[in-house]
């Protein structure tokens, strides 16, 4: 089992950008390939992006596309989220989550998650 914890969320002005981290206890991050999600007020929790278990491949929302980057750092046991030209519409709560198999964009194929860390984008 995996224990995930989030942080580097916060407030930040409409355009700016925040580095996300989750990092993981309890077994070797690179076991797993890992994704992002995020779930806005009132709306279901969507896919934001994911990273195979050797960062060889990622894939991202279209809507993230071109502005995130997911990446990670197995030595250290954790996985980064970059947040480039933030949008208002990007505030959510951010979850990171490790699947023991192949990751994707669905969130059944994820074992694990971590309690979220707030982004809030101001106009």
């Known amino acids: 089992q995996v224990q995930l914890v989030e942080s580097g969320g916060g407030l930040v002005q409409a355009g700016g950008s925040l580095r996300l981290s989750c990092a993981a206890s309890?077994?070797?991050?690179?076991?797993?390939?890992m994704g992002w999600f995020r779930q806005a007020p009132g709306k279901e929790r969507d896919f934001v992006a994911f990273?195979?278990?050797?960062?060889?491949?990622?894939y991202y929302a279209d809507s993230v596309k071109g502005r995130f980057t997911i990446s990670r750092d197995n030595a250290k046991n954790t996985v980064y989220l970059q947040m480039n030209s933030l949008k208002p519409e990007d505030t959510a709560v951010y979850y990171c989550a490790a699947a023991p198999s192949g990751a994707g964009v669905w969130q059944y194929e994820y074992d694990y998650w971590g309690q979220g860390t707030q982004v809030t984008v101001s106009s």
């Open positions: 309890g077994r070797t991050l690179s076991r797993y390939a």
């Open positions: 990273i195979r278990k050797s960062g060889s491949s990622t």
